[in-house]
């Protein structure tokens, strides 16, 4: 049985910081989705195996998806946060993007493995 375990979650204000971990991260397609009440699942960021990433068009420029191999974890470095970015995140993981060498997908159905996920809220 795998489980994904993330953490890094709480409360952070606009324009600020938060860091997100999952682990264990060996397996060679993983990604970041959100939820929020009411509304399905959307993909965040993924990362595959060769570092390639992919990004929602909402946090281009403001998340970076990486793989820290020394430490086994998944990381999401979370930037310039909106109030909009309040959501229970999620780590996804699969032993392979279907893609190939493409960008892995921001696509729920691509992904295997789940963690319990992590709250995050933006508020001043």
């Known amino acids: 049985q795998i489980n994904l375990m993330e953490s890094g979650g709480g409360s952070g204000q606009p324009g600020g910081s938060l860091r997100l971990s999952c682990a264990p991260s060996?397996?060679?397609?993983m990604g970041w989705f959100r939820q929020t009440p009411g509304k399905e699942r959307e993909g965040v960021a993924t990362i595959n195996a060769d570092g390639i990433t992919n990004y929602a068009d909402s946090v281009k420029g403001r998340f970076t998806i990486s793989k820290d191999n020394a430490k086994n974890v998944l990381v999401l470095q979370m930037s310039s946060l909106k109030p909009e970015d309040t959501a229970m995140y999620y780590c996804?993981?699969?032993?392979?993007?279907?893609?190939?060498?493409?960008?892995?997908?921001?696509?729920?159905?691509?992904?295997?493995?789940w963690g319990q996920g992590t709250q995050v809220t933006v508020s001043s």
């Open positions: 060996q397996f060679n397609c």
């Open positions: 996804a993981a699969h032993f392979f993007c279907l893609g190939g060498n493409r960008p892995p997908r921001l696509v729920e159905g691509e992904f295997v493995y």
